[in-house]
């Protein structure tokens, strides 16, 4: 299966066109019989997504395409190939005057089905990809999201530990990117970088990519502070790639070597502070009335009070009142 030689060019490898809403286009592929027995093939068209390994993938016959797959017209629904021969299927691109500008990806299939000694069925599909690209105004972007910081690290101060960086790619523009990235985590202490980093699968608008990052030998430290910076790659219809302006994203978490001394040290300060506060409430020691009590009258007052002389001279001892 192959792109037909046309107008449009030889030896192309997919489709890719650029095209104003509201017009339309023919092209046609191409499937060749090189094997011992006739194909007896079904043709449709489908639209395209990122699979969950990063692939290219198109939807299976049967599923409900909204834009490539319902913009691409077969002239055909099933082709029979004789061995050794080649036939060519026209198509015919369709789009609606509503469309909204931007990149679509899809592609033309041929399916084989075969019944298999068990029973099962086993569906061989060969597809093209079809790149479609809306004339109008295109805004690539590309934005970092669910930043998450996870740190390994023991009740060790000085244990070098591994940190997990997580986070999601989602494409918020209309155009096909893919993103170049790096991964650092800051601390007081010290900086450490993440390994090189694989680019991301081209992602079609609304497309998400889920990234985890490994980043080692992280010293620990009271918070962590993990950057992410993705550069979004920007394929032109000719296969140029072009880097746009880079976006960031940030996340922090607190190290769990550190959450016990900190509550340690929190509990000490908060506890002498209370001790500190009662007693300069409490003050001196004192009686009802705010006079001294016994405990604190000094000796010489106590043994004065023994005798003491009246008016008349006289001395009164236990009560009593005796003439001098």
């Avoid at 890719?16 to 592929?29: K, M, V, W």
């Avoid at 469309?99 to 569906?123: C, E, F, K, N």
């Amino acid at each position: 299966m192959a792109p037909a030689a046309n107008d449009f060019g030889s030896g192309r490898q997919n489709y890719g066109y650029t095209i104003n809403p509201g017009r339309q286009l023919t092209d046609a592929f191409v499937v060749t019989n090189h094997g011992t027995t006739p194909l007896d093939l079904a043709v449709y068209a489908a639209d395209g997504f990122t699979n969950p390994k990063g692939q290219f993938d198109l939807l299976a016959g049967g599923g409900t395409s909204k834009t490539v797959g319902a913009w691409v017209h077969l002239d055909r629904a099933d082709v029979t190939v004789q061995v050794g021969a080649s036939v060519e299927v026209p198509f015919t691109v369709t789009i609606p005057k509503d469309a909204t500008p931007g990149d679509y990806l899809g592609g033309v299939v041929t399916s084989l089905t075969r019944t298999q000694a068990d029973g099962t069925s086993v569906d061989r599909r060969a597809g093209i990809r079809v790149h479609l690209r809306v004339s109008g105004e295109l805004t690539p972007r590309l934005a970092v999201e669910n930043l998450r910081v996870d740190y390994s690290g023991k009740a060790n101060l000085f244990d070098k530990r591994d940190a997990t960086v997580t986070y999601t790619i989602r494409n918020t523009g209309n155009a096909i990117l893919a993103g170049r990235q790096t991964v650092s985590l800051v601390s007081p202490f010290g900086h450490a970088q993440a390994g090189k980093i694989a680019d991301s699968p081209q992602l079609l608008p609304g497309e998400t990519w889920k990234v985890s990052v490994p980043v080692h030998a992280v010293t620990p430290a009271p918070r962590l502070t993990a950057t992410v910076t993705v550069v979004p790659l920007l394929t032109d219809m000719a296969g140029s790639i072009a880097p746009l302006p880079t976006v960031h994203g940030k996340g922090h978490t607190w190290t769990y070597a550190w959450l016990l001394p900190l509550f340690v040290l929190l509990a000490a300060v908060a506890g002498l502070v209370t001790v500190l506060l009662r007693r300069r409430r409490r003050g001196p020691s004192t009686g009802q009335g705010g006079t001294p009590t016994a405990a604190d009258e000094s000796p010489a007052a106590t043994a004065g009070a023994d005798a003491e002389p009246d008016e008349d001279g006289a001395e009164l001892r236990d009560g009593q009142r005796t003439e001098v």
